[in-house]
């Protein structure tokens, strides 16, 4: 009876098995759901502020609508900079469309050199912004690069005296002595080209007209254009690391081929005697 007692609990509790993972499912879902919402209502956000949503009446531009909005938290109402973002004041409509095109902003999080990430705005909007801010104070405008006009051997020149210490030769970026990474170029357009050396975005020195002028500029985009789609002749690019890479490269395998060669004459004079 003993063990007949004890096959029906274990079949109870086998049968009750389905339901006490749905029951289980159910609340699991239920409890992270609320987790979810709470969270979410807790979590403070860098692009949107109750205080600025009430400071932007409808009859404003489109543009203060969305300084407001989706700026001002970080970067005061007027631009004036807070203890969570830099003042926008003066810095230029290339500056605001540089980061607005890379996704560099907004952020979640204050940091010295955001990355690069899809945009977070439509061109249209980016441009609303951009406007706007340039009407804070007068800056750098975005940029009409043409690299039709630049000259390829003064861009090779001038990139790599001035880019290539921090970008590489090739445009893959590298590592910097403070820590930080330069980015790739292989996804910047002309423009970004053209508004990076003119605002020196992070830890990169500003080129002015002073320093670069207009056909200088677009003497470098025409460079960096072709680094973004080089023309790999003769031999495998080896991630267009440059001849250095592609030429050690070259003596490895040579190496190689010579040891391997040396072992076989080796072996065939073992096998002979």
């Known amino acids: 009876m003993t063990n007949g007692r004890t096959r029906k ?8 098995l389905p339901l006490f993972v749905l029951v289980s499912a159910a609340f699991g879902g239920s409890s992270a759901s609320a987790g979810g919402r709470s969270l979410h209502q807790t979590a403070p956000t860098p692009t949107f502020s109750p205080i600025f949503a009430q400071a932007s009446p409808s009859h404003l531009p489109r543009g203060p609508q969305l300084f407001l909005q989706s700026c001002a938290w970080c970067h005061g109402t007027h631009g004036e900079g807070t203890d969570r ?19 560099r902003m907004p952020i979640a999080q204050p940091q010295d ?7 977070a705005y439509p061109p249209a909007q980016i441009r ?11 800056g750098p405008p975005i940029p009409s690069p043409d690299i039709r006009t630049g000259n390829f051997v003064l ?66 985009v025409r460079y960096v254009a072709y680094l973004q789609h080089p023309d790999d002749r003769g031999g495998i690019p080896f991630g267009h690391l440059g ?27 073992k096998d002979t005697g």
């Not at 003066?90 to 890379?102: E, K």
């Not at 050199?113 to 899809?118: F, L, T, V, Y």
Request: glycine letters at 14%; proline letters at 7%.
């Open 85 to 103: 973002g830099p003042s926008l004041i003066g810095v230029g409509a290339a500056d605001a469309d540089f980061y607005l095109s890379t996704g």
């Open 155 to 220: 861009g090779e020149t001038l990139y790599l005296n001035n880019c290539a210490a921090c970008h590489s030769s090739a445009g893959v970026g590298g590592a910097l002595t403070n820590g930080q990474q330069a980015p790739p170029l292989g996804a910047a357009t002309s423009v970004q080209v053209a508004e990076s050396i003119r605002v020196g975005p992070g830890t990169m020195p500003v080129f002015g007209p002073d320093v670069f002028d207009d056909h200088d500029v677009n003497s470098i």
């Open 243 to 269: 001849p250095i890479a592609e030429g050690a490269a070259a003596w490895l395998v040579g190496l190689l081929a010579i040891l391997l060669v040396t072992r076989w004459i080796g072996e065939s004079g």
């Open 9 to 16: 609990v274990v079949v109870a509790a086998v049968a009750a």
């Open 128 to 138: 609303l912004l951009a406007n706007y801010i340039a009407k804070l104070a007068p």
């Open 113 to 119: 050199n955001p990355g690069r990430k899809q945009p």
